[in-house]
């Protein structure tokens, strides 16, 4: 039996049974999953990229990537909506890359401004965050380590290139990842125990 | 070729997708081999993906969807194209006589429940803030930790009496206040905990805090305050102990690390 949006608007179906209805190739569960997640998606590689069209080319990679390959997801390596995120930001950060190589190609300055852009998107991140902890976790962390995870995650710098972007060591900018990385994913672990855990 | 401790070290930056191309060849060979470090970067990959949902809402093009999945049928990766189930013209004024109804129905009753479900609401909802109250001084504290400028991190790794265990042990140098996470532990009973202690240059063992309940999956932390300076330390194990734990190690060493 094919179960389509219409039967029950994916209310009662889990991200993980939908992987599921997809690799039994159901046209019906790839549209409940994008109703569902396409905006998350759409929103972060939007903010990365500053580009809607190529956020929208993105956005339909991933999700052809999960119809077309759907082994590459495995439910006991993590949530599906993780997954999906990571497919959509691993693609972002190549046309980030991508770009700067053009860029340096193009401009007869051999320099290119690699931290240039808003000056803090993360406050947006906070914002509108739904992870309590790991937002309360952001806030905190010192500046240092937030600007080097913001250089990372949203321009989709390598460590090497926040190293030169910032003008510091390269061990000092792999320290300062680690540290607010091992923070972050503190609070988050810590979110997801029950509440009489501790 | 880098080191097992090397790629460990570079696993938060791989899970930003801040590795040169390079770097992340050498460490996909490594993680294919090593479930350790691939268990700990999926965690960091989480923790990442958490990051990628806070955006605020944009909206995508309304047609983005039906794009979609046009391109994926017209691809033939549907040997028998599922269609969304659609209702031909013949049949639909009587369908609409159906629904219209079967809705009457349902209002009518949807009215007379709706009064009980809105107080069961208010209970539910009061509850919620209550417990959201508790956790969120619960974060306080967690985050008063990790904030510590002079922040000390160590791992903790299973023994052969919990192999599938390990855990992080967090302290603020200055005040000696930390944490312990562990994860992957045997499930615990009522009346047992698991007890980390420190082990100091002169072979003494002191207890720094008790984890009393792990969920499903072994899952749980307590926060810490270290007896002695960091700089004392040596070694640190978890044991099995009593619930109210002991005032030395009885139990089987459940998890171990060294400084």
């Not at chain 2, 969304?84 to 639909?92: E, N, T």
């Not at chain 2, 209550?130 to 974060?139: G, P």
């Not at chain 2, 532990?185 to 240059?201: G, K």
């Amino acid at each position: 039996m094919v179960t389509t949006l219409a039967d029950d608007g994916g209310l009662t179906l889990s991200d993980e049974m939908l992987a599921e209805q997809i690799a039994r190739r159901e046209v019906s569960a790839l549209e409940t999953l994008y109703a569902r997640h396409g905006r998350a998606l759409f929103s972060l590689a939007a903010k990365m990229l500053d580009d809607r069209h190529a956020a929208e080319e993105i956005v339909q990679e991933t999700f052809l990537k999960l119809w077309q390959r759907p082994e590459t997801y495995v439910p006991a390596r993590g949530r599906l909506l993780s997954w999906l995120l990571g497919v959509t930001h691993n693609r972002a950060v190549d046309r980030l890359r991508r770009r700067r190589l053009e860029l340096r190609h193009n401009t007869e300055s051999a320099v290119v401004d690699l931290a240039g852009g808003p000056p803090d998107p993360l406050d947006e991140v906070l914002a509108g965050m739904r992870g309590e902890a790991v937002a309360r976790a952001l806030r905190t962390l010192p500046d240092a380590q937030r600007r080097a995870v913001e250089l990372a995650y949203l321009r989709g710098l390598t460590h090497v290139e926040i190293a030169v972007a910032l003008g510091e060591p390269l061990v000092t900018v792999k320290t300062r990842l680690r540290l607010a990385m091992q923070k972050l994913r503190a609070c988050a672990e810590i979110a997801d125990l029950r509440p009489d855990q501790c | 070729m880098l080191t097992h401790d090397e790629v460990r070290e570079l696993l938060p930056a791989l899970s930003l997708d801040a590795v040169d191309l390079d770097e992340r060849d050498v460490m996909e060979h490594h993680l294919a081999r090593c479930d350790a470090c691939a268990g700990e970067l999926r965690a960091y990959q989480e923790t990442a993906a958490t990051i990628g949902e806070g955006f605020a809402p944009a909206e995508p093009p309304v047609d983005l969807g039906r794009r979609i999945l046009a391109a994926a049928t017209a691809r033939g990766s549907s040997p028998s194209p599922t269609p969304i189930r659609r209702r031909g013209m013949a049949a639909g004024a009587a369908w609409i006589l159906r629904f219209v109804a079967a809705l009457a129905v349902v209002l009518a009753v949807g009215a007379l429940l709706w009064a009980s479900s809105l107080q069961q609401q208010l209970q539910a909802q009061r509850a919620v803030a209550a417990s959201n109250e508790e956790r969120a001084q619960r974060y306080d504290r967690v985050v008063g930790v990790l904030q510590a400028d002079q922040l000390y991190v160590r791992p903790l790794a299973g023994t052969d009496a919990a192999p599938r265990g390990s855990g992080r042990v967090y302290v603020d140098q200055s005040s000696g206040l930390g944490m312990m996470m562990v994860t992957g532990l045997p499930p615990l009973s009522e009346a047992r905990s698991y007890q980390l202690w420190v082990v100091t240059n002169d072979g003494q063992r002191t207890s720094c805090g008790l984890v009393r309940r792990t969920d499903d999956q072994g899952n749980g932390y307590t926060l810490i305050q270290a007896p002695v300076p960091v700089s004392e330390w040596q070694q640190f194990g978890v044991t099995e102990e009593p619930a109210t734990g002991s005032p030395g190690p009885t139990g089987a060493r459940i998890l171990g690390g060294s400084i």
